[in-house]
């Protein structure tokens, strides 16, 4: 499931889908993902966006130096675990914030829909 996910350039460099002013029914986006993964910028907001990631699986241990990530549990469950040992496990309409720079990786329980907002074009740095 690796091969899927973007590489770091792929994912600093993606564009809002959806313009402001633009009504989104992010329940009907969701339930149009049939891959494994996807996570896609859906709106610009000043300096910022908003992601709406839907997967399952787990994600690769990475960090965003220079942001910070804000996720909000939309369906299923999602565990975040960090590099400390400590883990965080959020169910629906559940919001956690991980500082820049906190190494983490995200896990889904099954089938899970989160909306994450971050810092447009934020780096990630991959720790393998």
Do not use: K
């Amino acid at each position: 499931m690796t091969s899927e996910f973007p590489n770091a350039e792929q994912y600093a460099a993606e564009t809002a889908r959806f313009p402001g002013r633009a009504i989104v029914d992010i329940r009907a986006e969701a339930a149009a993902v049939t891959e494994a993964y996807r996570n896609q910028v859906l709106f610009d907001v000043n300096g910022d966006c908003l992601r709406m990631s839907v997967f399952e699986g787990e994600y690769r241990w990475h960090q965003h130096p220079d942001s910070d990530e804000l996720f909000l549990v939309v369906a299923g469950e999602l565990e975040i675990d960090f590099d400390d040992g400590g883990r965080a496990r959020l169910q629906p309409w559940q919001a956690l914030v991980v500082p820049a720079g906190t190494v983490h990786r995200t896990r889904a329980i099954g089938r899970t829909v989160n909306a994450t907002f971050e810092r447009q074009g934020a780096r990630t740095l991959f720790v393998e």
